[in-house]
């Protein structure tokens, strides 16, 4: 179940819409240039998949979407959790990488998620969105537009990331540390259990 909770962005003490309807989310997003789709899931692709899997599961979809926008570079990434030491300091330090507020001025930031989850927060105008992204959701950033990523402290995902840019993924921090006064991942999963009982 997909969540989007909007705040103003001078913290998280009012909450101004929380929703996990699908249209209310893309309705909500669209004013921001967001593009919030959802697509069907292929049953198709293992649990732990290979980025050539992935993609051939789902080559219709992409190709479809390279095609309609011009996308040049087209991968597959993710992390699943593991018990070894390794896979937990690459999981913070993955985590930590996406943690403050950034833009792309070259890119937007286009993400499918095959499997798992992970929240998007926008900083358009003087709103913050956090929408908690899960299995079959695509989310469009337009390039200049202020967020950042949050995979949780247990990270667990699998996405597609379409670029226009071949240099793939390149950010541009602004600074601000706005990204500390608001619900982590692990808060939001925790909320939207709440909303799901």
Excluded at 63 to 68: K, N, R, S, V
Excluded at 97 to 107: A, P
Excluded at 136 to 151: A, E, I, N, Q, S
Excluded at 174 to 191: E, M, V
Aim: proline share 5%.
């Amino acid at each position: 179940m997909t969540l989007l909770i909007t705040w103003s962005d001078a913290g998280p003490d009012t909450v101004v819409r929380r929703t996990v309807e699908p249209g209310e989310i893309a309705a909500a997003l669209a004013p921001a240039g967001v593009r919030y789709e959802q697509w069907a899931l292929r049953a198709d692709v293992p649990e732990d998949p290979d980025p050539a899997a992935v993609l051939n599961a789902y080559r219709d979809d992409v190709d479809g979407l390279a095609d309609a926008e011009g996308f040049a570079t087209i991968d597959v990434v993710g992390l699943r959790p593991r018990k070894d030491l390794g896979w937990r300091l690459t999981a913070k330090a993955e985590r930590r990488k996406f943690l403050s507020e950034h833009t792309h001025d070259d890119d937007d930031e286009v993400r499918f998620f095959v499997a798992g989850a992970g929240a998007f927060y926008l900083h358009v105008g003087s709103e913050v969105h956090a929408v908690l992204c899960e299995a079959g959701d695509l989310l469009w950033v337009p390039r200049g537009t202020k967020h950042w990523f949050d995979m949780g402290a247990a990270p667990s995902y699998t996405v597609i990331r379409f670029f226009h840019d071949e240099d793939g993924w390149v950010g541009n921090f602004t600074g601000s540390d706005i990204a500390l006064k608001f619900p982590d991942f692990d808060a939001l999963a925790a909320d939207r259990l709440t909303m799901a009982q």
